[in-house]
């Protein structure tokens, strides 16, 4: 049975820093591209960033680009979320994809969300 | 920014047919594989169709995609209840570098 477990999520300030885990299991890791796609409160999904399967190609929304860096540990089955310089409008319940490809967005699978409020 | 335009709403009577749009351009879905995705209020997205038109075991075969230029459609029929949910189509796109999702649909079941 296919898991993505994610971790990290919590209150931060606003300018500061959070990291997001997830943990996979029940497929070849190595095999597919990863993605994190968040949700705002009330609001519709927004797609935020991907890795494809050895990291050679990496992709992130506008909205967060030089900001948020995603990375994988094949070895550990995990992808992460590297957020740096929080906003407010970052809040949201941010989702962990199993993807097909980089740019094939056949998300079959995704994690139940950790939720990232940045407030003061 | 939703560069991908969906009403915001559709309805229709069970047993009915609805119809919906996925408004986009030449680098999204003129050129890509457009999704769809269902979600239910408090849950994750369900992948209900993907590369334009095929679907996931699983999934009745009442809802079908299609692609025409740079627009896509999600049809229902037989509607049912459950089918009440929030749709969204993604597709990538090649000038922004990035996934873009439809602003998203609420189908409600009269």
């Known amino acids: 049975e296919v898991q993505l477990v994610e971790s990290g999520g919590g209150l931060v300030q606003p300018g500061r820093s959070l990291r997001l885990s997830c943990a996979a299991s029940g497929f070849n890791f190595d095999d597919y591209a990863m993605h994190w796609v968040r949700q705002a409160p009330g609001k519709g999904l927004e797609w935020v960033s991907g890795?494809?399967?050895?990291?050679?190609?990496?992709a992130y929304a506008e909205t967060v680009m030089g900001r948020f860096t995603i990375s994988r540990d094949n070895a550990k089955n995990s992808v992460f979320l590297q957020m740096n310089s929080l906003r407010a409008e970052d809040t949201a319940l941010y989702y962990c994809?199993?993807?097909?490809?980089?740019?094939?967005?056949?998300?079959?699978?995704w994690g139940q969300g950790a939720l990232v409020t940045v407030s003061s | 920014q939703s560069v991908l335009t969906q009403p915001p709403s559709a309805s229709g009577t069970p047993g009915q047919r609805v119809n919906f749009s996925c408004s986009g351009s030449?680098?999204?879905?003129?050129?890509?594989?457009v999704y769809w995705y269902q979600q239910f209020p408090g849950t994750a997205p369900k992948l209900l169709i993907y590369?334009?038109?095929r679907r996931p075991s699983g999934v009745p075969d009442r809802f079908s995609g299609s692609k025409s230029g740079t627009s896509a459609s999600l049809a229902i029929s037989g509607l049912r209840s459950e089918d009440e949910a929030d749709y969204y189509c993604v597709a990538w796109d090649d000038s922004l570098r990035g996934g873009v999702f439809g602003t998203g649909t609420k189908v409600t079941v009269l």
């Open positions: 994809v199993k993807g097909e490809g980089l740019i094939l967005l056949h998300f079959d699978h």
């Open positions: 590369r334009n038109d």
């Open positions: 890795i494809n399967w050895n990291s050679g190609n990496i």
């Open positions: 030449s680098s999204n879905i003129g050129t890509n594989f």
